[in-house]
């Protein structure tokens, strides 16, 4: 699945982006399908979208899971590693949470703070364990 994992960075670019410059997310991903370098695959413009719409409710569940971390405090590049990964967890029919988990855990290897793998595998995995009743 080496084509999802390069849309799972394209979309953290583009949700860090937005989130770093105070944009909104679909106009930083707008204007990266325009310039299309590197291209913007369509599972990274379903994963923004997804994002983007149901950020309320995602921001929620983060909010409340991460125990003492608020989004405001989190590295950037995990608090959009997050919200992809929860998107995916929680709306993402055709994604295993298996899946979800363990590309998040491993693009925060890869992006961020060596705290951030740890953190991101364990909240997530709570996500995947609550989602029947956080779908709701």
């Known amino acids: 699945?080496?084509?999802r994992r390069k849309a799972r960075k394209r979309a953290l670019e583009v949700l860090f982006e937005?989130?770093?410059r105070g944009l909104a997310p679909l106009d930083v991903l707008k204007d990266k399908i325009l310039r299309a370098d590197p291209p913007v695959g369509e599972?990274?413009?379903t994963v923004v979208e997804g994002v983007v719409e149901h950020q309320a409710r995602i921001d929620e569940v983060l909010s409340t899971y991460s125990m003492a971390w608020p989004l405001d405090r989190m590295p950037a590049?995990?608090?959009a590693l997050l919200r992809i990964g929860t998107w995916e967890?929680?709306?993402a029919a055709?994604?295993?949470d298996h899946?979800?988990?363990s590309e998040a855990v491993e693009i925060a290897q890869e992006l961020?703070?060596?705290e951030s793998p740890k953190f991101v595998n364990g909240l997530l995995a709570r996500i995947a364990e609550l989602k029947e009743t956080l779908s709701a």
């Open 18 to 20: 937005a989130d770093q």
């Open 99 to 101: 899946v979800a988990v």
């Open 89 to 91: 967890v929680l709306y």
């Open 112 to 114: 961020s703070t060596d």
């Open 1 to 3: 699945m080496a084509a």
């Open 43 to 45: 599972y990274a413009v």
């Open 77 to 79: 590049v995990d608090r």
């Open 94 to 96: 055709d994604v295993p």
